[in-house]
């Protein structure tokens, strides 16, 4: 079996290393893929957004399913491609994968049909947008509509910082189209939650939960990046709070796909915040999360294959998911300067020394046998343990081992979900 998995990041890595457990034992293909992914895939070498390039391949390598990882390639519809060139495909729709690509979109969705969320505001115009926030309260929240890498969410302190982030998204376009509309919306306070869920459309399985660590430096401090971290589980998501969600955000939210005429199959990411007004949807992901992906699949004790098949049939109902007990933690090492401007192309070392962790490459290239940075976010290190703090320790204690110019890493990942 044959199976083209489509991005380059440790998300994707963390997909292949799963999928080559599989016990069909299937032979792996990836789009662009990265120097880790190269070790256990075929690397192509084609854009994750190049559809055409994707689907051609698709057909004259006949391969079995593509893997769709990546938001920007689902909002553009290459699900729906792929589908057309009767191809098998893992991902939502172009119209399902909306959830993510218009914030308008999934906030208009959670109002219509009574999912807890933030209180918010769209607008098309800066002017009106700014006249808006002179009357708001602080800090809040401003997010550009459209994909952003991760990055398009600004919560300014003040007015004039509210007044300069519609600047740079609306007028100087630091994020380009997708801050042609933005959303202002509340501030919510709380604690954090991220849960992954496979769905069909009809029956929705939630992964075991995790926290995502967003700021580039330690105390939740400095630039929104793609995420620094992530450990898995969440110490407050307990069974009373899980049930709230089933009943309040996951099942209404796969009802209210279907009944927009756009159901949603894949994995549908919310991001969640617990307030002392119950659990509230801060975002939607319109498929597996990064860096959360690499703290959840390795406790997932399922054949992951076997889930995506019964997902594009549509017979998740007969699936039982089941998870390792033991807590995982994710520490990303990144290239000094990132989110912002940093250089690529540097060695990395140490690699070779990682005991009883897990290495996903997120941004590397291979080049005469040595393993070099070729990102922002270059390696998340996992690592799994009886306790969240043992997990931490060992996760971090290899990092430790590796080294390559400028290498930046936060310190106080999984700070918070230690008890």
């Not at 957004?49 to 391949?57: A, K, M, S």
């Not at 927009?260 to 969640?272: A, D, I, T, W």
């Not at 590796?402 to 979900?417: A, E, L, P, V």
């Amino acid at each position: 079996m044959k199976i083209l998995i489509v991005g380059g990041g440790g998300r994707e890595h963390a997909i292949a290393w799963k999928l080559s457990q599989s016990p069909a034992q299937p032979e792996l293909y990836c789009a662009p893929g990265n120097g880790g992914i190269g070790e256990i895939a075929k690397l192509v070498a084609i854009k994750a957004t190049d559809i055409d390039g994707v689907c051609t391949f698709a057909v004259e390598n006949k391969i079995d399913l593509v893997v769709v990882a990546p938001d920007d390639p689902l909002v553009a519809g290459m699900v729906d491609a792929l589908e057309a060139k009767g191809i098998r495909a893992f991902g939502p729709s172009a119209a399902a994968a909306r959830i993510e690509g218009s914030k308008v979109f999934s906030k208009e969705l959670m109002k219509k049909y009574g999912i807890p969320t933030a209180k918010y505001e769209t607008f098309s115009d800066p002017g009106a947008a700014i006249a808006y926030l002179e009357k708001s309260s602080y800090p809040t929240v401003i997010k550009a509509e459209g994909l952003a890498l991760g990055k398009g969410v600004i919560i300014p302190q003040s007015f004039e910082e509210a007044k300069q982030a519609v600047q740079d998204i609306m007028e100087d376009k630091q994020f380009g189209d997708a801050g042609n509309r933005i959303v202002i919306e509340e501030f919510l306070t709380g604690r954090e939650i991220s849960v992954l869920a496979f769905t069909d459309g009809k029956t929705l399985l939630p992964m075991c939960s995790a926290q995502d660590h967003k700021r580039a430096l330690d105390n939740d401090e400095g630039l929104n990046t793609g995420g620094m971290g992530a450990y898995s589980p969440s110490p407050i998501y307990d069974a009373a709070m899980e049930r709230e969600c089933m009943e309040n955000i996951f099942l209404p939210t796969v009802e209210a796909m279907r009944k927009e005429g756009c159901p949603f199959k894949g994995v549908l990411y919310f991001g969640l915040m617990a307030t002392k007004d119950g659990v509230k949807v801060i975002e939607y992901n319109a498929r597996f999360g990064d860096p959360e992906t690499q703290a959840v699949l390795p406790r997932l004790e399922n054949d992951l294959l076997e889930i995506m098949d019964a997902i594009i049939d549509e017979r998740l109902a007969e699936t039982k998911l089941s998870f390792k007990t033991d807590a995982a933690a994710c520490i990303i090492a990144a290239s000094g300067g990132y989110p912002k401007d940093y250089k690529k192309g540097y060695p990395i070392s140490g690699l070779e020394n990682v005991e009883g962790a897990i290495v996903f490459h997120s941004g590397t290239a291979k080049e005469d046998g040595t393993f070099k940075t070729n990102g922002g976010r270059v390696l998340g290190v996992t690592a799994m343990g009886p306790t969240l703090r043992e997990a931490v320790d060992k996760a971090y204690e290899n990092v430790k081992k590796i080294s390559f110019t400028d290498m930046h890493y936060r310190t106080d990942i999984g700070k918070h979900g230690v008890v």
